[in-house]
């Protein structure tokens, strides 16, 4: 049995992370790659969106939020700028990696659904732009960059650790 209000839970807290990420990749674009400050500044309030939509269903349940829910902001605002020193194409990489693992992660937890709760709907439409997001990511991404491996590897660890803690605080 599904416990809707931990998933909640759960995607709210990862969703200030990805706001997080999507401040820290704009900080740097501010300064290197000015191009696509629109481009990052769209998911970023997608996230902020998708913050908001999973707190007021927490709210509506009279469920709680994860506790120190803003260190997963911070969290992601360090990883963002960490990853977007290494160059556009790290922040490529990052987003399509990470938006991945958000799109499998919600595909999961729609199979639990009811496909005619107003919640599936909900679920159902951020998964359409955390999609977007991942496209996104593999356009920014190119083909070729020397760092692809690490980046890869270091975000889907970052998010997974990221669900593990909210999952447990």
């Known amino acids: ?25 704009k900080c740097v674009a501010r300064y290197f790659f000015r191009t ?6 769209s ?14 269903e ?12 803003p260190l997963f902001f911070w969290g992601g605002l360090f990883y963002g700028v960490f990853i977007g ?6 922040i490529g990489i990052s987003t399509s990696s990470i938006e991945s693992i958000v799109v499998h992660e919600l595909d999961l937890v729609l199979e639990k659904f009811d496909n005619k709760s107003s919640l599936y709907g ?3 439409q951020v998964k359409l732009e955390e999609l977007e997001h991942k496209d996104s990511g ?9 760092l692809s491996n690490f980046v890869f590897k270091f975000s889907r660890f970052s998010a997974y ?9």
Do not use: P
Request: some cysteine.
């Open 1 to 25: 049995m599904i416990n809707i209000n931990n998933e909640l839970k759960i995607m709210h807290a990862c969703e200030l992370g990805a706001v997080g990420v999507y401040r820290g990749h």
């Open 36 to 41: 696509n400050l629109a481009e990052l500044d």
């Open 43 to 56: 998911m970023r309030f997608h996230e902020k969106s998708h913050v908001e939509i999973f707190k007021s």
């Open 58 to 69: 927490l709210i509506n349940r009279n469920a709680r939020t994860c506790r120190m829910s």
């Open 85 to 90: 020193m290494f160059g556009l194409k790290s």
């Open 122 to 124: 909900v679920i159902q």
């Open 138 to 146: 593999e356009n920014l991404a190119g083909k070729n960059f020397w």
């Open 161 to 169: 650790a990221a669900k593990s803690l909210a999952s447990v605080l």
